[in-house]
Structures are given as structure tokens and as C-alpha cells.
């Protein structure tokens, strides 16, 4: 072990230590380690959890942008405005994926 780790005492309900008890037995590690591993886990999510918005209006625009593109032809009926076109476009697809998300249909 790295001599950098600080010693902190920490108490769990019984359940709860058992968990952890049968998850480091499972990973074939100690219990210490284990601990460790599950919260940087949740320091993880916790912080993908926080920048998903940011990810999601960054890949948003990123679709905007390759959908614009295709905005000018005259089959979308607008192409004085592409940007409100493309939205609709977009706004329709997402809603039609999450509609059929919904259903738990397989296909």
C-alpha cells in the first residue's frame, strides 16, 4: 500500500458491512480496498452525473450543427430558416425515439 493513504475510522450498520463483506470476497480483495473502490465509484457517477447536461447540450449542437447542413434543400419546405427546420426535425425524432422507448418493445 502507498504510504500517501490517510487512516480514517469509519462504522457501518451490520447489513451494510456485509455487503461490502461479500462484494470484496467476490473481488478477491480487502475489505479496505473495496471500500475505496466503491467510493470512487460513487465519486464518479456523481461527477458524470453533474456534467451530463453539459455533454448532452454539446452532442445537441454537434447534431445541430451536421443537421444544418443538410437544411438546404428544398424538401423541408424552408429553407429561408434551416435552423428552425432542423429543430423541428429533431425535436420530432427524439420524441419518436422516447415514445418507442417507452413501449419496451423489441425489434
Do not use: W
Amino acid at each position: 500500500m502507498s504510504t500517501a493513504l490517510r487512516s480514517v475510522t469509519v462504522k457501518f450498520h451490520q447489513a451494510m458491512f456485509e455487503q461490502i463483506k461479500m462484494i470484496a470476497e467476490k473481488r478477491g480483495e480487502s475489505i479496505s480496498d473495496t471500500i475505496r473502490y466503491l467510493i470512487k465509484r460513487g465519486l464518479d457517477e456523481r461527477i458524470y452525473e453533474e456534467n451530463a447536461d453539459l455533454l448532452a447540450t454539446v452532442v445537441r449542437t454537434q447534431i445541430e450543427l451536421v443537421m444544418d447542413s443538410y437544411a438546404v434543400f428544398s424538401t423541408y419546405g424552408n429553407t429561408d430558416h434551416p435552423r428552425k427546420v432542423t429543430a423541428k426535425i429533431f425535436d420530432s425524432r427524439i420524441t419518436l425515439c422516447r415514445s418507442f422507448k417507452n413501449t419496451d418493445k423489441v425489434s
